[in-house]
Structures are given as C-alpha cells and as structure tokens.
Nanobody
Framework: QVQLVESGGGLVQAGGSLRLSCATS????????MGWFRQAAGKEREFVAA????????YYADSVKGRFSVSRDNAKNTVYLQMNSLKPEDTAVYYC??????????????????WGQGTQVTVSS
C-alpha cells in the first residue's frame, strides 16, 4: 500500500512562491507517475501537473503553465511542486497522487490509485 503525505502549504501573498512536497512510502516510487491536483472551495477537483515515472516528462494544466514546475527525487521518494507568481485563484487544497507505470499519459484523475490527504494553499490579494 502506497502512502502519500503532502507538506509545504500555507498562506502567501499574490506574486509569492511556495514549494509543495509529497513524500511517499510503501511502493517503488521510481515506477509511479505522480500527479498534482487541487480543489478550491465549492469547485470540482482539477488537474495541475504530472511527471512521468521515467525520463521525468512533465505535463501542466494551461492555468499554471509557466508558473508551476513539477519535479521528483527518486532517491528521496518525493515529488515537488514549485509554485511561483501565485494568484488568488490558485487558492485550493492541493493533493498529490500516484499511479503505477503503464497508465495513459497524462493519466486521467480516475486512473490514479493513491492519493494524499491534501495541503491548503491560500493566496491573498
């Protein structure tokens, strides 16, 4: 059973930066495609970014492209989401998720097998 634990959320002013981390355990991290999703209050969960299990290929939602960057450290079993130039509309609970190698690319939300508990990001104007 793979466990995911997010950290790094908080309150930041518009234009600021945060780096989220997602530490994993219980699986072969290097063989998992990792994704980041977010859910704002009263809205549906939406895809943010994904990083492929091999070669580090990345994929981003249009709303964050150029501002957010996803990376992974297989030695630390951790995936990161660097968020720059934050906007109030980025306010949400951010979740990381994992799916084993063999899924589609980028994986659909329903394909992810494991999810973290989420970390709150609040961007003030």
């Amino acid at each position: 059973q793979v466990q995911l634990v997010e950290s790094g959320g908080g309150l930041v002013q518009a234009g600021g930066s945060l780096r989220l981390s997602c530490a994993t355990s219980g699986g072969t991290f290097s063989r998992y495609t990792m994704g980041w999703f977010r859910q704002a209050a009263g809205k549906e969960r939406e895809f943010v970014a994904a990083i492929f299990w091999g070669a580090g290929i990345q994929y981003y939602a249009d709303s964050v492209k150029g501002r957010f960057s996803v990376s992974r450290d297989n030695a630390k079993n951790t995936v990161y989401l660097q968020m720059n130039s934050l906007k109030p509309e980025d306010t949400a609970v951010y979740y990381c998720a994992a799916v084993p190698a063999g899924s589609s690319w980028p994986p659909r939300a329903r394909e992810y097998d494991y999810w973290g508990q989420g970390t709150q990001v609040t961007v003030s104007s």
